[in-house]
T-cell receptor, first 116, second 112 residues
Framework: DTEVTQTPKHLVMGMTNKKSLKCEQH?????MYWYKQKAKKPPELMFV???????INESVPSRFSPECPNSSLLNLHLHALQPEDSALYLC???????????????FGEGSRLTVL | ELKVEQNPLFLSMQEGKNYTIYCNYS?????LYWYRQDPGKSLESLFV?????AVKQEGRLMASLDTKARLSTLHITAAVHDLSATYFC????????????FGQGTRLTINP
């Protein structure tokens, strides 16, 4: 079983809705990530948080708003999404982002989002 | 821009056979990762390769890294049905900042 927990597992929302995806890890990791994966495609990096601070934003549209309340929690706030944003959203964590860190990512089960 | 290319993209093989998946990347990196993904599921970490010449083995899978050739291989020995999945390699292009770029994935089907 994964030690990165994501909720909800499935989410259907309209283009005018506001919703949030949540991610939690209890491995003491200090880096957390959001990835987006379309069907039959590889995951694409969206955001990286290191020590609760946003360190990488891969030019993601502002309708996606990440938040890291503490080192164990990561949220992705969704507002005014488009149907093309429908995808599997994967949260991941790693021990750190420092050079000595192996960089191994541990992924959650994902939240499957459908935008109508 | 970093490109990570896997070959083949689709592989159908019989149980008991051996095969190799290749992962080529276009820029210098000495960190490469292999992940497995079952349909509708998340990604499971298989191997972490952190230096030139690194070789890791787990069961019927063995991964290697040649940073000079910018090539990693994932070798499957005596395949079994349970290994059917999509396999991704991923390269860290920003050492320490964990900016992974994934290959397209290789969809492996192992037939009895």
């Amino acid at each position: 079983d994964t030690e990165v927990t994501q909720t909800p597992k499935h989410l259907v929302m309209g283009m005018t809705n506001k919703k949030s995806l949540k991610c939690e890890q209890h491995m003491g990791h200090r880096a957390m990530y959001w990835y987006k994966q379309k069907a039959k495609k590889p995951p694409e990096l969206m955001f990286v948080y290191s020590y609760e601070k946003l360190s990488i934003n891969e030019s993601v549209p502002s309708r996606f708003s990440p938040e890291c309340p503490n080192s164990s929690l990561l949220n992705l706030h969704l507002h005014a999404l488009q149907p093309e944003d429908s995808a599997l959203y994967l949260c991941a964590s790693s021990q750190d982002v420092g050079g000595a860190n192996t960089g191994e990512l541990f992924f959650g089960e994902g939240s499957r989002l459908t935008v109508l | 821009e970093l490109k990570v290319e896997q070959n083949p993209l689709f592989l159908s093989m019989q149980e008991g056979k051996n095969y190799t998946i290749y992962c080529n990347y276009s820029t210098t990196s000495d960190r490469l990762y292999w992940y497995r993904q079952d349909p509708g599921k998340s990604l499971e970490s298989l191997f972490v390769l952190l230096s030139n010449g690194a070789v890791k083995q787990e069961g019927r899978l063995m991964a290697s890294l040649d940073t000079k050739a910018r090539l990693s291989t994932l070798h499957i020995t005596a395949a079994v049905h349970d290994l059917s999945a999509t396999y991704f390699c991923a390269v860290d292009i920003n050492k320490g900042a964990q900016k992974l770029v994934f290959g397209q994935g290789t969809r492996l089907t192992i037939n009895p």
